[in-house]
């Protein structure tokens, strides 16, 4: 079936992925190119064998999914270009938010197992915080509690007082904790002159983007600012300070 012959919908299928990339971080990488378009319910992808290579994005609504589509057909994704086109099959989510829902048996039991595992890593998560605060770190000394630790994401505290002359490095910040490298470069090598991303390990949530020229950093900066990887965390980008 051709694109043409699948109604428009809320989710796009899209395949020619790059195979080698892990499950989790295609996921991720999908979430902050397709995020620009509109709001993401669920980003499927399985690492059966039957669908590798393969993902689905839902959206909330059918012009969100119909922009994805169009803009970022044969987008080059880890270096392979995209083929983007409807789903066939519509997504759960939305069969659910719209009454179509009927589960199967066989998806009602996984379901279900799916669930209890869930329950049970959420039990094990707050057991674990609850040793934390028994836990003496390395140097003796208790580790800080969450809301004595510095908030690294807000764009507040990180606003240089000055800003710096336009140069060809771009500082970037307000990033949520889960951005890789790759996901910026991907982002930002749209532009022309792109160099490079340096992520600093020790500073979660911060970036430096080099090109060619101001000129070329300006161009990026502008297309770029304020772009939402996730809902909560849009970009804030200014020159680098040399």
Request: charge should be positive; proline fraction near 7%.
């Amino acid at each position: 079936m051709s694109t043409s012959e699948i109604p428009p919908n809320m989710t796009i299928y899209i395949n020619n992925l790059n195979e080698k990339i892990k499950l989790e971080e295609l996921k991720k990488s999908l979430l902050a190119v397709f995020s620009q378009f509109g709001k993401i319910l669920e980003v499927l992808a399985f690492k059966t064998l039957k669908h590798k290579g393969q993902a689905w994005v839902v959206f909330e609504d059918v012009s969100s999914a119909t922009n994805a589509l169009r803009q970022m057909q044969g987008f080059p994704f880890y270096d392979k270009p995209m083929r983007i086109q409807y789903a066939r099959t519509k997504s759960d989510i939305i069969a659910k938010a719209d009454g179509t829902f009927v589960p199967r048996e066989r998806r009602k039991r996984h379901d279900e197992r799916a669930e209890r595992k869930r329950k049970e890593q959420h039990d094990a998560n707050q057991a674990g915080l609850g040793l934390n605060s028994a836990y003496t770190g390395a140097y003796g000394a208790a580790p800080p509690q969450l809301s004595q630790l510095p908030y690294l994401g807000g764009a507040k505290t990180m606003v240089p007082e000055a800003p710096a002359p336009p140069n060809n490095i771009l500082f970037v910040q307000n990033l949520p904790h889960e951005t890789t490298p790759m996901m910026l470069q991907m982002l930002f090598c749209q532009y022309p002159g792109f160099k490079e991303v340096r992520m600093v390990e020790a500073k979660p949530g911060i970036a430096f983007v080099e090109y060619g020229d101001e000129m070329q950093s300006t161009v990026a900066m502008q297309g770029l600012q304020g772009f939402k990887i996730t809902q909560q965390n849009p970009m804030l980008i200014t020159y680098a300070k040399k």
